[in-house]
């Protein structure tokens, strides 16, 4: 069965549905209700890229703020990227577009077609789809800068490898502050292309540290200077009132519609300025943030705040919008890191380091030329100091 989703649609929200339920409770309670684990599994997820579009799509400064975020959404959350249209651009065109698609998922197979023409079998029963790689610990790790496999090595490289180290020309760069770490790609790989391309100048680069931001000057120094800022409920209305019964006359009805047309009216006008505030609001933000930090594509990972200090906070940013949640409370919390199976403690303390478990700032950084002293020195002058740390948690 092939589902097609509308093109507004979150694949991992469908995802989820097609996820078991791993609770902490007895199961045989659930027997009489068909969970849809139970009647079929998810065999790909396959995002179909409108090639010609794809920057315009990706635009700051589009009609929909939240056009970006989702369209980068739907390209990480996929196994199988179908770059369509290709016909409607050149090769140079083309291959920028295939380079950031690889930044934002390197792990999905990349299409190229017209008129959306590829062969069924390629995303048919393909069985590409785990759950697992599709963890918020896969948008902050350093898997991304080690070689593709298969790459042929240099001399030196295999002799490190036999000795049952990493490549020596793929080893990462740690650039320690004392506060934090920043963590590059290797730069000696010539014979083993990394996972970003190189020709549009596309790196990346990963944020560590282990001490909260403050979050005054979290969001006023960085986040509020930088981005917009969206509540994802922004824009709903309420659309509860009073049950009461209304009887309107022909001429009631009459002034009503027009009254609605005018209000109507009024309401594009409203929505057509706030979006040109926002676009020009952006624009400032965009110029301050290409000088401080360079092109930034994609920026994600988690955040621990001082002010929210059980509460994972996950951030997301694409382009101008930055969003903020939380999935839930840090694994240092969770009953079954402690009295749990041993896999169940190895799963929950993989990232713990020290008094404060796994609470941490591990963010990732895509885009073109990006100034990653600049950015570390920002966040860094974000954290707590030594005398904010030392007045501990009720402090």
Request: net charge negative; aromatic share 8%.
């Amino acid at each position: 069965m092939i589902i097609e989703a509308s093109g507004v649609s979150e694949p991992a929200a469908i995802a989820s549905l097609f996820k078991t339920c791993q609770d902490d409770h007895d199961h045989a309670e659930d027997e009489d209700e068909i969970a849809l684990s139970k009647l079929a599994k998810l065999d790909t997820i396959v995002t179909v890229v409108d090639t010609a579009q794809f920057f315009s799509n990706l635009s700051p400064f589009s009609s929909s703020y939240k056009n970006n975020q989702l369209l980068m959404d739907q390209i990480e959350f996929s196994n199988i990227v179908v770059l369509n249209k290709t016909d409607l651009v050149n090769e140079d065109q083309l291959e920028s577009v295939r380079e950031h698609v690889y930044a934002l998922n390197d792990k999905a197979r990349i299409l190229t077609c017209q008129e959306s023409a590829i062969d069924v079998k390629e995303v048919v029963n393909s069985g590409h789809f785990r759950m697992e790689d599709f963890d918020l610990e896969r948008f902050s790790t350093v898997d991304m800068f080690q070689p593709i496999a298969g790459s042929k090595l240099k001399p030196c490289c295999e002799q490190s490898v036999s000795r049952g180290d990493t490549a020596c020309c793929s080893k990462t760069l740690t650039i320690d502050s004392g506060l934090s770490q920043v963590i590059l790609p290797p730069k000696n790989n010539p014979n083993a292309k990394t996972r970003h391309g190189s020709n549009y100048q596309i790196s990346s680069f990963v944020y560590k540290a282990r001490r909260p931001f403050n979050p005054v000057k979290f969001h006023h120094n960085f986040l509020l200077l930088y981005f917009i800022v969206i509540d994802d409920d922004e824009g709903d209305d309420d659309d509860e009132g009073d049950d009461e019964d209304v009887i309107e006359t022909e001429d009631d009805k009459g002034e009503s519609s027009n009254d609605d047309q005018q209000e109507k009216m009024d309401m594009d006008d409203l929505e057509k300025e706030k979006l040109q505030r926002m676009q020009e609001k952006g624009e400032e933000k965009m110029d301050l943030r290409s000088e401080a930090f360079g092109s930034l594509l994609r920026m994600k990972g988690f955040m621990w705040q001082a002010s929210s200090h059980d509460l994972i906070g996950f951030i997301s940013v694409a382009g101008n919008v930055a969003r903020v949640e939380s999935p839930g409370k840090w694994t240092c919390l969770d009953i079954k890191a402690y009295n749990g199976s041993d896999s169940e403690k190895k799963r929950l303390r993989k990232d713990w380091n020290g008094l404060w478990g796994d609470r941490r700032q591990e963010l990732v950084f895509i885009g073109q030329d990006l100034k990653h002293k600049e950015i570390q020195n920002l966040l860094d002058s974000c954290l707590l100091d030594n005398d904010e740390m030392g007045m501990g948690v009720d402090g």
